[in-house]
């Protein structure tokens, strides 16, 4: 797995306000049970870069990550991420799916059938050299699936949503130290002076603000996921975008800062 996404799980976790209190006084104090967990692990993440923190934490991961059965792969970029980090325990199949849905699940659960039987004999053959006594199993043993592991990516974000993830950083990051900046500026719409909206017709003056509407909700969902994100790696879970138990998130953007054009 790419280490730029637990670089980002990192940086999330530094916009935390109650994470960093819960640093600053060495986790120590009236501080929820979830906060004091990821501390213990964790660290003051805001007293070393992520090049000094990485080499010293990265032993959380274990480089191992949650199991998935299916993943959709929709273009060659996240075929060629998924084979490489899996490629030993993957099966590619190209389905057509035109075709009569029986007819698709029987021909994969024919060749499932086939792979995993001729998966399990090498296994055993494997066992054969060290055991000659090993008898043929019937379902893998991964060891490396037994490993204990004490935080995983929940779920395993594709190389697209790795971008949105960056992108959520970055204008979370622009809302919050530039409040001026309206939604609709951020998300690149034009700030016309009063002076030329004077000159526009009614009709002119009503697209201009529907369509800085549209862009600052775009923008507004943008800081509402990242909010989430933020409050879930307080108790230790990454990129998952589930609301938290707490509503801190209901008004991550009011409805001023969405028409405050």
Same mark, same amino acid.
């Given at each position: 797995?790419?280490?730029?996404? /637990?670089?980002?799980?990192?940086?999330?976790?530094?916009?935390?306000?109650?994470?960093?209190?819960?640093?600053?006084?060495?986790?120590?104090?009236?501080?929820?049970?979830?906060?004091?967990?990821?501390?213990?692990?964790?660290?003051?993440?805001?007293?070393?870069?992520?090049?000094?923190?990485?080499?010293?934490?990265?032993?959380?991961?274990?480089?191992?990550?949650?199991?998935?059965?299916?993943?959709?792969?929709?273009?060659?970029?996240?075929?060629?991420?998924?084979?490489?980090?899996?490629?030993?325990?993957?099966?590619?199949?190209?389905?057509?799916?035109?075709?009569?849905?029986?007819?698709?699940?029987?021909?994969?659960?024919?060749?499932?059938?086939?792979?995993?039987?001729?998966?399990?004999?090498?296994?055993?053959?494997?066992?054969?050299?060290?055991?000659?006594?090993?008898?043929?199993?019937?379902?893998?043993?991964?060891?490396?699936?037994?490993? /204990?592991?004490? /935080?995983?990516?929940?779920?395993?974000?594709?190389?697209?949503?790795?971008?949105?993830?960056?992108?959520?950083?970055?204008?979370?990051?622009?809302?919050?130290? /530039?409040?001026?900046?309206?939604?609709?500026?951020?998300?690149?719409?034009?700030?016309?002076?009063?002076?030329?909206?004077?000159?526009?017709?009614?009709?002119?003056?009503?697209?201009?603000a529907a369509n800085n509407i549209v862009i600052a909700?775009?923008?507004?969902?943008?800081?509402?996921?990242?909010?989430?994100?933020?409050?879930?790696?307080?108790?230790?879970?990454?990129?998952?975008?589930?609301?938290?138990?707490?509503?801190?998130?209901?008004?991550?953007?009011?409805?001023?800062?969405?028409?405050?054009?």
């Amino acid at each position: 797995m790419d280490e730029q996404v /637990y670089q980002l799980w990192y940086e999330y976790l530094k916009r935390s306000v109650l994470y960093k209190e819960c640093c600053s006084k060495g986790g120590v104090g009236e501080f929820k049970q979830h906060l004091k967990d990821v501390y213990s692990h964790f660290g003051d993440v805001h007293a070393l870069s992520w090049e000094e923190w990485w080499p010293t934490h990265q032993f959380l991961f274990s480089d191992i990550e949650p199991m998935f059965v299916i993943n959709e792969i929709e273009t060659k970029a996240d075929f060629d991420y998924m084979f490489d980090d899996y490629a030993d325990d993957l099966l590619g199949l190209v389905v057509n799916v035109y075709a009569p849905k029986e007819v698709i699940l029987a021909e994969i659960d024919k060749v499932l059938k086939r792979r995993i039987s001729e998966s399990l004999e090498q296994e055993h053959q494997q066992s054969l050299k060290t055991n000659p006594n090993a008898k043929k199993k019937k379902r893998h043993s991964n060891l490396a699936l037994d490993l /204990y592991h004490l /935080y995983g990516l929940n779920p395993i974000p594709s190389n697209k949503e790795i971008d949105v993830l960056k992108r959520r950083l970055k204008v979370y990051d622009v809302h919050k130290n /530039y409040p001026s900046i309206t939604l609709a500026e951020l998300g690149g719409a034009e700030k016309l002076d009063n002076s030329i909206l004077e000159q526009m017709s009614y009709e002119e003056r009503k697209d201009y603000a529907a369509n800085n509407i549209v862009i600052a909700n775009s923008i507004a969902r943008d800081v509402y996921f990242a909010k989430i994100i933020i409050e879930n790696t307080e108790r230790g879970l990454f990129p998952n975008i589930a609301k938290p138990e707490s509503d801190v998130c209901d008004e991550a953007v009011s409805t001023s800062e969405v028409l405050g054009l």
